[in-house]
């Protein structure tokens, strides 16, 4: 059974600094790893999507990175904002369903 | 509009009752999903169909019902809702096999068991 662990639960960090948050599964046979967006009582918006073959993904200031053989994968927000602050949650796929992790939750302070 | 599409955003039924969770998507997907959200368990996966008439189990599967007649539709039935049962509902939908396949997900349901 797929474990996805998020650690830390929780992050404050001032404005203007870059940040990893981490997601580490258990089964490395994954076809993907998706990370998401989730606002307060929102649903998730995707973020970037690594496949199995991959080791990273860009997207704006975002940027996520994929180590399948040690089960680790890392999203790095580049000059954080206010507007960032949201729990990010990653997404394992194995097969046909994906397993998601607790989530980061992010406060950036102005 | 195209997306997933859930209904209703908000329920508040009472312990013992049916109900049934809607969710419509616009792509096409193959894949469908149910998964519920709750403080301190993350989202748990509790249905998914890989096509029309294909269902199976997830992590949490006990006390709900699915049916895919129609690609673009996947109901969630709750046969005698239970106060546990309280929890945001999500859908979420994908496209066949590729790796490259994104989940996508609807708003969410909030429902409230008294």
């Known amino acids: 059974k797929q474990e996805v662990t998020q650690i830390p639960a929780a992050l404050s960090v001032p404005e203007g600094e870059n940040l990893v948050l981490n997601c580490s599964f258990t089964?490395?046979?994954?076809?993907?790893l998706q990370w998401f967006r989730q606002d307060p009582g929102k649903g998730l918006t995707s973020l970037l999507l690594i496949q199995s073959s991959q080791r990273e993904q860009t997207s704006g200031r975002l940027n996520a990175s994929l180590d399948k053989s040690s089960g680790r994968s890392t999203l790095y927000i580049a000059a954080s904002q206010p507007g960032d602050s949201a729990t990010y949650l990653c997404?394992?796929?194995?097969?046909?369903?994906?397993?998601f992790g607790d989530g980061t939750t992010l406060t950036v302070k102005p | 509009d195209a997306g997933i599409t859930q209904s209703p955003r908000y329920k508040i039924t009472e312990t013992g009752r049916q109900v049934t969770l809607m969710c419509h998507q616009t792509?096409?997907?193959?894949?469908m999903f149910w998964y519920r959200q709750d403080l301190g368990h993350g989202l748990r996966l509790i249905y998914y169909?890989?096509?029309?008439?294909?269902?199976d189990k997830g992590e949490v599967p006990d006390g709900y019902v699915v049916s895919r007649s129609k690609t673009e539709n996947f109901p969630l039935t709750l046969e005698s809702a239970t106060r546990s049962q309280t929890s945001v509902y999500f859908c979420?939908?994908?496209?066949?096999?590729?790796?490259?396949?994104?989940?996508?997900f609807g708003n969410g349901t909030r429902l409230t068991v008294t």
């Open positions: 997404a394992v796929r194995n097969a046909g369903k994906s397993t």
């Open positions: 089964d490395s046979a994954i076809y993907n």
């Open positions: 169909s890989a096509a029309a008439d294909i269902t």
């Open positions: 979420a939908s994908r496209d066949r096999v590729e790796t490259d396949s994104p989940l996508h």
């Open positions: 792509w096409s997907h193959s894949y």
